[in-house]
């Protein structure tokens, strides 16, 4: 056996700097372990080798498993999933054991240390185990590949974790553990790498991933068949299993945290005179509803109307799973964030899990807190009737709905709001809804591909919706202040309605709307 064969992992290029020490106890650190431990290893803090130049599609999951510069496997080695399954098992089992009561009060970062030190034990004893019985060792570059493949799997998104690190992919489809697709940024689907073996495996992995979070931690069983994640990095997880042929899987990707109502011009997504127009609606305190079908943005647009909000106005943020994340973004001063929480499998005597917390309940929750505005992550159930009545009580609110016209979304939140009781009728829904709602923003998207097969995905603001109280049997009136014409992707200039024309007090040049506005007629 040569001597690089029996080289220990803690060796290798990717755990350089590597102590020989258990971490010790005391303040801030988690109490020591037994055994042989190494703590303060780099496993998992490198930087991940760009997958700029690597084919979508084509890559082979041994080449995206692991982060920092890989070493090249020698011919026939490859990453074997099963055994990452088992060690990660077996880790998160010590883990456990070393963290005990206290693991609620240790931190990520500490926890993410103490796993480094289990990941490499474990893998040293079964390198050295190898040896010992004579079989063919692993080589630097295979042990190297497991290590990062059992942290990410502990720690982070296991064979999932390349993808979402990808800034080509903003969507990840996945419909059985070997048939994934990857939307990219551009508009395009191209088929994606495995993420597990078997269909069990991913199963067995979301389980894994539902149970691990110690502030808010998910069931997804048979009994509860399915599950909503937010995840690192702005990501959100949706699955479901035992109730499809095989487990179903949509990994959505933020990549727009940041984004302004200028950058959005940048983008095209709508003309200086709307961002214009839309900023001073916000600082106006103008209720706004922003409605679209799936994956069109109306969260970054959400994000970037909230941008234009004054920083010292105390936020509210309702949500099922953190998206808009205006509490982590340090924009306002304030901002208290609600995120909703799913029962456990004990039923109560009202037929709700024990435990249950839900968006309607957060917003009933919210008008002791002296907020300036209410902001709903996406409405689509009774919690539009507490919604509508924030927006009576605070103007300013805003929330995001799905629709597939601005009228729609009208329609769409009224029967929402019926949801609520008996006591929310159609008319009275209307009625309220009339009085509170001043604008709706509808945003499209489309796939363009030009002659030489090149895509690219549209995102634009297509309409720009006055709301007011109607005589006529709707019960309500709606005026296209902005509107895209028929295979445009700007929307110009319409109507400007005498309540609106006030907002030249918060910074928009009407005079200049119109202006537009005549030159379109023309």
């Known amino acids: ?74 011919e026939g080695e490859s990453v074997d999933w099963s055994l990452v399954a088992a060690f990660r098992a077996q880790a998160s089992e010590q883990l456990t054991r070393v963290l005990g009561e206290d693991r609620t009060h240790v931190s990520a970062e500490l926890q993410r240390e103490q796993g480094r030190a289990i990941v490499l034990e474990l893998l040293d004893t079964a390198a050295m185990t190898l040896i010992d ?60 790498p495995a993420v597990a073996d078997s269909d069990q495996e991913l199963i067995d992995f979301l389980s894994f991933l539902a149970s691990r979070s110690e502030a808010n931690a998910r069931s997804f069983s048979e009994a509860h068949p399915s599950l909503h994640l937010r995840l690192d990095g702005g990501y959100r997880l949706a699955a479901t299993a035992w109730v499809v042929p095989r487990p179903a899987v949509v990994i959505r990707r933020h990549r727009l945290m940041r984004e302004t109502l ?29 409605a679209g ?24 943020t309702f949500e099922t799973e953190y998206e808009l994340h205006l509490h982590e973004l340090h924009n306002q001063d304030v901002v208290f964030a609600w995120e909703a929480r799913p029962g456990s499998g004990e039923v109560m005597a ?114 720009i919706v006055h709301v007011t109280p109607g005589e006529s049997e709707k019960g309500y009136a709606l005026t296209h202040v902005f509107h895209a014409p028929a295979g445009s992707y700007v929307a110009v200039p319409r109507v400007m309605p005498e309540p609106l024309r006030d907002l030249s007090r918060s910074g928009f040049d009407v005079g200049e709307f119109f202006a537009q506005a005549d030159r379109g007629r023309a």
């Open 293 to 316: 079908v799936q994956g069109v943005g109306k969260t970054t647009m959400m994000r970037a109307l909230a941008a234009e909000i004054p920083r010292d106005e105390v936020l509210g």
């Open 1 to 74: 056996m040569s001597e690089q064969g029996r080289q220990p992992i803690s060796g290798l290029p990717l755990f350089a700097g590597a102590g020989n020490s258990a971490q010790p106890a005391g303040e801030g650190r988690l109490p020591a372990r037994g055994g042989r431990v190494r703590g303060q290893f780099r496993l998992g803090d490198a930087e991940r080798a760009p997958l700029a130049d690597l084919p979508v599609g084509v890559v082979s999951a041994e080449d995206v498993a692991v982060s920092g510069v890989a070493l090249p496997l020698a």
């Open 262 to 290: 200028d950058d959005l011009v940048a983008r095209q997504s709508l003309s200086p005179t709307a961002a214009s127009f839309l900023k001073a609606a916000v600082r106006a305190k103008l209720s706004i509803i922003v």
């Open 133 to 192: 019985q004579g079989k063919k060792a692993w080589s630097p570059a295979l042990q190297q590949r497991l290590a990062q493949a059992v942290f990410d799997a502990l720690f982070r998104l296991g064979r999932l974790q390349p993808l979402v690190e990808d800034d080509r992919v903003e969507n990840i489809i996945i419909d059985g553990c070997d048939r994934v697709w990857l939307g990219l940024t551009d508009g395009s689907t191209v088929p994606g």
């Open 350 to 463: 009202d037929g709700r899990g024990a435990g249950e917390y839900t968006t309607l309940e957060q917003l009933n929750d919210s008008f002791r807190f002296i907020l300036s505005r209410q902001l709903v992550g996406e409405v689509r159930g009774p919690e539009a009737w507490p919604m509508l009545k924030a927006m009576e009580s605070g103007p300013g609110s805003m929330c995001t709905t799905h629709a597939a016209d601005a009228e729609g979304a009208i329609g769409k939140l009224v029967t929402c709001a019926m949801e609520a009781g008996p006591h929310v009728t159609s008319e009275l829904a209307i009625r309220k809804l009339a009085q509170v709602v001043d604008l709706v923003v509808y945003l499209r998207t489309e796939t363009i591909t030009d002659e030489r097969g090149a895509t690219q995905k549209v995102r634009w603001v297509s309409e």
